[in-house]
Structure formats: structure tokens, C-alpha cells
């Protein structure tokens, strides 16, 4: 992330499932040797008593996330008066291989839902959202000479050399100074209309 000063913020990814997984491991643990007891076909006391163990862990790691979410997109708003993010594919980042690490981390992070609240919190705060296109390639295109590099599409390419101009990337430093770019030209175009 880029402020007006110029300055890269980088924010981490919380990590919230990760933090619970051990804790929720365990109490799924406990309810499947719970629901294998119960042959019967009732169910039985335990067995409801430990679902709703399971379910009070996956509402600590939602509410966690959320209130992260909230105190993010909220210090972003006030802070701000234009934000540009990009239009990204986030169900179909985690859809397309949802056993990675990536799409974990994808889904754990919240993105689908950080772009909503910055878009409610915007209207609210009076501030301007510009949101680039998806197709943009804000990683692959050369900050220093605008050339794309179609090799960068793999996402675990983090650090990239230049073909045309030798500049060296770190691709989400670059990627921020193409959307910002990117963002402010489109910006100027709403404005001159």
C-alpha cells in the first residue's frame, strides 16, 4: 500500500484460522469419536454439546477476522480520502486450486469482504473508492518502462528482472505503483468528464 507520501505500508495477513486450526482440530476430533459412539441413529447429549464447541471455535476465528476487517478498512477510511484497489477474482483465486496455501490464505484473509466494507465505509466517509479493472496486469507490467512480462503470472515469482530494462521488482511493490498509477489516471478521466 502507497499513502500520498509516497511511503510503502505493507500490511500482514492475520492468520486468524491459523491461530484456531490446532483448537479446532481437536474439538472435530472429539465430535467425530462422539458421532461414531452414537450408532443408534439418535444423537446423542455429547454429541450436540461438542458441535457446538466446534461451532463456537469457527465463530471466534469469524468474529476475529471481522473485527480486524473493521478496525482496518475503518483506519484506511479515516486516514484517506482516495483509495484504489484492484477488481480481484477472489472466488475464483480460491476456487481454482482451494487446497493451496494460497487460496487458504486468500480465504483467510477476507478480501471479498474488506472490499465491501471499504465500500460502504467510503459512502459513508465521503471518500473515493477507484477500483482498477481485473484484467489490468498491475504485477507483470514494468513500473520503470511499461513493459509486460507474461512470465510473472506465476504467482510464486515474488522478485522479477526487467527483460527490456534490467529494473528489478519485488512484484507487490510493483504491482501498488501500477495501480496507483492506473488508479490516479482513471481517477483524472472521471473527474475531466
Known amino acids: 500500500m502507497f499513502d500520498s507520501d509516497g511511503r510503502i505500508s505493507v500490511i500482514p495477513n492475520p492468520r486468524h484460522f491459523d491461530k484456531l486450526e490446532e483448537r479446532l482440530a481437536i474439538v472435530q476430533r472429539k465430535l467425530a469419536r462422539k458421532q461414531e459412539k452414537g450408532t443408534n441413529g439418535h444423537e446423542s447429549g455429547g454429541s450436540r454439546r461438542q458441535a457446538r464447541r466446534v461451532a463456537r471455535v469457527h465463530e471466534r476465528i469469524g468474529d476475529a477476522r471481522n473485527d480486524a476487517l473493521h478496525k482496518l478498512s475503518t483506519y484506511l477510511v479515516k486516514t484517506h480520502d482516495v483509495m484504489i484497489i484492484e477488481d480481484l477474482d477472489v472466488a475464483g483465486m480460491i476456487s481454482n486450486s482451494p487446497s493451496s496455501g494460497c487460496a487458504r490464505s486468500v480465504a483467510d484473509a477476507g478480501w471479498s469482504e474488506f472490499r465491501r466494507m471499504l465500500e460502504y465505509k467510503c459512502r459513508w466517509y465521503g471518500r473515493t473508492l477507484v477500483v482498477v479493472d481485473r484484467y489490468f496486469p498491475s504485477s507483470q507490467l514494468c513500473g520503470t518502462c511499461g513493459v509486460v512480462n507474461g512470465d510473472v503470472k506465476d504467482v510464486s515469482v515474488r522478485h522479477w528482472t526487467c527483460p527490456y530494462c534490467g529494473a528489478v521488482h519485488d512484484r507487490d511493490v510493483n504491482?501498488?505503483?501500477?495501480?496507483?498509477?492506473?488508479?490516479?489516471?482513471?481517477?483524472?478521466?472521471?473527474?475531466?468528464?
Open 175 to 193: 504491482a501498488a505503483q501500477n495501480l496507483l498509477r492506473e488508479g490516479t489516471r482513471i481517477l483524472a478521466a472521471k473527474e475531466a468528464v
